[in-house]
T-cell receptor
């Protein structure tokens, strides 16, 4: 079965430290990979995506993500966390090659950045 | 301003009473989707649409219907709501590159 896993329900990090939010996937083909963020009481916002090319992709608010095909992972990273980065983060995968409209989300990881 | 709108934002209803949640986008996107968000389960896709009159099931379509008669609108219909459909619902519109723009959400409670 096609799936996306975010193995950590919550990640805690001190402000100024680097952060990583993990995502692994199990889909066939060459999927599109995405990260979205949900701030409290707000909708979801697109952060970044990987389609092809350089394995390190950069996105909004200083976030980046590293695609690893052999490990089927797409971890979200930021060199220096801010308190304002505290939010719920979702990894998502479009399971077929190309943009088909179908999207599978992970269960989400709450990021808590402490001052 | 590019946006996806949903109405209503909050809805409390009773079991079996048909309801419709509207969704509209002003970006001329071909793809649109509906999701439900439940704690610990993330977002699960209910239905998606690739264009007018073209829809397909997502992962949790049971108990829901959709229609796409116009490009900008993609309503979600619950013909006989049940308590297990109590959830937070999001509509989304997708760019050619695959990024999704989400609406503000509709919090539905079925008693």
């Amino acid at each position: 079965a096609q799936s996306v896993a975010q193995p950590e329900d919550q990640v805690n990090v001190a402000e100024g430290n680097p952060l990583t939010v993990k995502c692994t996937y199990s889909v066939s083909g060459n999927p599109y990979l995405f990260w979205y963020v949900q701030y409290p009481n707000r909708g979801l916002q697109f952060l970044l995506k990987y389609i092809t090319g350089d394995n390190l992709v950069k996105g909004s608010y200083g976030f980046e993500a590293e695609f690893n095909k052999s490990q089927t992972s797409f971890h979200l990273k930021k060199p220096s966390a801010l308190v304002s980065d505290s939010a719920l983060y979702f990894c998502a995968v479009s399971p077929l090659s190309g943009n088909t409209g179908k999207l599978i989300f992970g269960q989400g990881t709450t990021l808590q950045v402490k001052p | 301003e590019a946006q996806v709108t949903q109405n209503p934002r909050y809805l409390i209803t009773v079991t079996g009473k048909k309801l419709t949640v509207t969704c509209s986008q002003n970006m001329n996107h071909e793809y649109m989707s509906w999701y439900r968000q439940d704690p610990g389960l993330g977002l699960r896709q209910i239905y998606y649409s690739m264009n007018v009159e073209v829809t397909d099931k997502g992962d949790v379509p049971e108990g829901y219907k959709v229609s796409r008669k116009e490009k900008r609108n993609f309503p979600l219909i619950l013909e006989s709501p049940s308590p297990n459909q109590t959830s937070l619902y999001f509509c989304a519109s997708t760019t050619i590159g695959g990024e999704q723009y989400f609406g503000p959400g509709t919090r539905l409670t079925v008693t």
